[in-house]
């Protein structure tokens, strides 16, 4: 038994020796043949140790770099004079046209004065990128050739971080092997030597690669490496006194501007606000004890809120009832409800027709005696909604228009110069980060588009707000202070998001007082802006005898009622689709609890009792419930950069300049 398990052991081991045998045979790296390197270029890799990786590129790739030197010149007014000489082995019959290098744009520095030596180039913008494409696309390049880029890097000082010297030395995206690299950084004279960091790798490394030789006499330091990988950049982060910088650019010069621009555009709102001033007249809001005359609770509807909403239309089943154009029969189910046609309208605005012709087809006495199910009649209503709607709005323009056309046009405007105040914030703090590099048209273009859901989302608020602030006399006092309430805290979160979103694009660059002046700006908006528009004549007088009629259906005594229901036996039919749109039904039912009020023709109840409470809720909830139904289902629509230092922290590639390039 033990030989048995000695020849196992002895088994498995030879097994495990030819197995490191064959992969070892199997997975030996390729490294280039000298007899495939031209006979021109053969010296050169064997004047660097190491270059095996190099010359595998060279082979394999059809092109390597020998050296990428680099000598950058740091300017009192925190510009970088940048020269980078590289020099490329191409092999033959690789089909290479030369170079590119891409230097990344971004909203920190500008990049000036680039000029190209060794061969024809092109250069172009693209993805947020300078392309240096040098070579000819006619004509292929073999052996060594040496190529020189000139460039200024003019930084632009930032409000809200420490101003370092952060440059990159070496690219992080050279797509290939570097066999040396020589650079020199000249430092201005009384440039503090302290706190100096590198960091060199693949983008975002910390560590280190290469020697760094600092020269006391000329304040410059020296870099040198050899054999970096491709993808390897090398970045220097050098700690700068405060204010040490004279003359630089800066793009703090937007941030008055924008302030400037905000004031200008509250003062034209106010000169407005002003030009119409003397227009404005008192509502006098008469007790009146039946609606304005030839008004409709639709119109009532319209006019209270400048919307015509569900309610408006399903109070014309109401107003039909009244006026004993249908009739309302209740069955032992709420569902079971139907309308018959008891007579064709008379006199009555388009609307009214419309409504009546959904329901039973047509507007002559063939009509008449048809019934329909509430269900049924709700899908039909549905289907003529968006019509109905319309022809109530049509009928208050011209002179019976809710605001005079002059004030109404001032308005816009000054709605559009409110909304050049948020196109102006967004498009300077733009221009402070990476978004925008220039003030050409395509990137004006660009922050407009940008802009427009900012814009549009601040019109349609301020509208919001302003209806609840105007109407909330012709609502319930608890809900219109609720609404005002509710507006004013979407109102508010919404300039809390836009200044989060200035805070994100700025780039660093937006000092503290331009967020509350955004605030201020705002917030001021609205009250310059609702006071611009005034009633027109009718409307004024028109909302007045709303808003009494209204405080009476709320408020009226029973000793009042008495005497207008012996006037009016139907004076309790009369009123109730106007205190529906008013959302005073159960008030206005309420106040008749202990009055007698005689049987309508237009109201059938299948219980024997009499027309009650309970009896009003029950058919309002049917109603709606089927109307609501059959218009949602008709109209589903319907329904209520570049990386700035800070505290001495870095990377490789996060310096101004950098980039990247390779063979083409």
């Known amino acids: 038994m033990r030989d048995v398990i000695q020849r196992r052991k002895l088994h498995i081991c030879l097994v495990a020796i030819l197995t490191l045998l064959v992969t070892a045979l199997t997975v030996s790296p390729v490294f280039a043949d000298d007899e495939e390197i031209d006979d021109s270029i053969k010296g050169i890799f064997e004047q660097y140790e190491n270059s095996g990786a190099a010359k595998n590129e060279y082979v394999f790739d059809g092109a390597t770099t020998r050296y990428f030197n680099v000598e950058i010149k740091v300017n009192k007014d925190y510009s970088y004079e940048i020269t980078e000489t590289i020099d490329v082995l191409f092999k033959s019959g690789k089909l290479k046209h030369g170079i590119t290098r891409n230097i990344p744009l971004a909203g920190n520095y500008r990049i000036k004065d680039i000029s190209v030596e060794g061969d024809n ?80 790798g693949k983008y975002g490394s910390t560590e280190q690669y290469g020697t760094w030789e600092y020269d006391k006499n000329s304040n410059t330091l020296n870099y040198n490496a050899t054999m970096i990988p491709s993808n390897y950049g090398v970045t220097l982060l050098a700690n700068t006194p405060k204010n040490y910088w004279v003359g630089a650019h800066s793009k703090g010069w937007s941030n008055p501007i924008n302030v400037l621009i905000l004031s200008l555009c509250i003062i034209f709102i106010l000169l407005l606000r002003l030009k119409n001033s003397n227009k404005s007249k008192d509502i006098v809001s008469p007790v009146t004890f039946n609606p304005p005359d030839e008004i409709t609770p639709a119109e009532i509807g319209y006019l209270v809120d400048e919307v015509v909403d569900r309610e408006d239309v399903v109070s014309l089943y109401l107003y039909l009832a009244s006026k004993g154009y249908i009739k309302i029969e209740e069955g032992e189910d709420k569902n079971d409800t139907t309308i018959t046609s008891m007579k064709v309208p008379e006199n009555e605005p388009a609307y009214v027709n419309d409504f009546y012709k959904a329901l039973f087809e047509s507007l002559d006495n063939k009509s008449i005696g048809r019934k329909f199910n509430i269900e049924d009649a709700g899908k039909e209503i549905g289907k003529s909604y968006n019509k109905i709607r319309a022809n109530i709005e049509r009928r208050f323009e011209g002179e019976k228009a809710v605001y005079s056309e002059k004030s109404e046009r001032l308005e816009k405007s000054a709605v559009k110069i409110g909304c050049i105040g948020f196109f102006a914030t967004s498009l300077l703090s733009a221009y402070r980060s990476s978004i925008v590099l220039d003030f050409d048209v395509l990137s004006i273009i660009g922050i407009l588009l940008f802009s427009i859901p900012v814009m549009a989302v601040w019109a349609f608020l301020f509208k919001y707000l302003r209806k609840k602030i105007i109407y909330s006399k012709s609502k319930n006092v608890a809900k219109g202070t609720a609404g005002i309430v509710l507006s004013g805290i979407i109102y508010l979160a919404f300039l809390i998001g836009f200044n989060v979103l200035i805070y994100f694009t700025g780039n660093n660059d937006t000092p503290i007082y331009i967020y509350p002046a955004i605030m201020i700006y705002a917030l001021i908006l609205p009250f310059l802006i609702i006071g611009i528009r005034k009633r027109s004549d009718y409307n004024r007088k028109i909302y007045g005898e709303i808003l009494g009629f209204r405080n009476f259906i709320e408020t009226a005594e029973v000793d009042k009622i008495n005497e207008l229901v012996e006037e009016n036996p139907s004076y309790f039919y009369d009123i109730l689709p106007y205190a529906y749109v008013f959302k005073l039904t159960d008030k206005w039912v309420k106040k008749f609890e202990n009055i007698k009020m005689p049987e309508h023709s237009s109201y059938t109840s299948h219980k024997t009792d009499a027309f009650d409470y309970m009896w009003v809720n029950m058919m309002m909830n049917s109603i709606e419930n089927s109307t609501y139904s059959g218009i949602s289902a008709a109209s589903p629509d319907i329904g209520g950069g570049g990386f700035s230092s800070s505290g001495g922290g870095g990377f490789s590639g996060g310096g101004a300049g950098g980039g990247g390039g390779g063979a083409w």
Not at 123 to 151: A, C, F, Q
Not at 163 to 188: C, E, G, R
């Open 121 to 200: 180039y092109d250069i172009s913008k693209d993805k947020g990128n300078l392309n240096i494409k040098i070579g000819d696309p006619y004509r292929y390049v073999t052996g060594e050739k040496v190529y020189k880029i000139k460039y200024k890097i003019e930084n632009y000082l930032q409000s809200n971080v420490e101003n370092h010297l952060y440059v990159d030395i070496i690219p992080t995206n050279w797509q290939m092997k570097i066999m040396s690299s020589n650079a020199t950084v000249k430092l201005p004279e009384d440039f503090p030597y302290t706190g100096m960091k590198n960091y060199t």
